[in-house]
């Protein structure tokens, strides 16, 4: 290393270290701890452990009716812990939402390498049956719904869901018709939208009426998609 030599005057003690001794700047860079690496397995069971504790929370009480302090108790963890994950409830919210945009593509994805398109259609509104038909999912929906309507944060995710939903039919139904599967001559467009209105509509039946159980709606339900979008004679 070169030899550090000293101006007239100068008092090299009081100077920052860095100027005083190159040499140091690496020693006491290396007595600083090392940043803790994030283990990506725990921190995503972490998080999956709050998502699933807010939505139990979120459909017994609803968002707004739901504290943070109810969350950190129903997952067993401090407020610090949570936030280091969520900052705000808000972002646990947008986190559902997206996770159930997520779980739609994923599931359109495997459905569009099913042979029998028109078949794998029926077998997945019979799962929008099954979800309606559970008291928390549904609960859940309609307070997304919900909340989309007031906070336009939340409407913008609820809006790009549904158009995405609406796109991934589209693809499905035309891809089912090139395949004389469903009417070649049906709008895919149109009949998507319808699609997805049936199955908003399923959720608020269920919200508005307790005599409708959407487990036992499948026979008349598919008998309806049936006749919609099947060629008639």
Known sequence: MAEIVQAPGLDTDRLPTEIRAPDLIIERHARRPAMRKIDPEKHAARRRLILDAAIACFSRKGFHGTSTAEICAEAGMSPGNLFHYFPTKHTIIAAIVEEERQETAE???????????FAALLGFMDSVLELAGDPAYSSLALEIAAEAMRDERIGTLATTNDAELQSALVALLRKAASRNQIDRTLDAEGAARWIAAII???FSRVAVDPGFKPKEESVLLRRLLSRFLRAQD
């Open 200 to 202: 908003d509509g399923i």
């Open 107 to 117: 599931i359109f994805r495997k459905l569009g390498e099913e042979e029998d398109l």
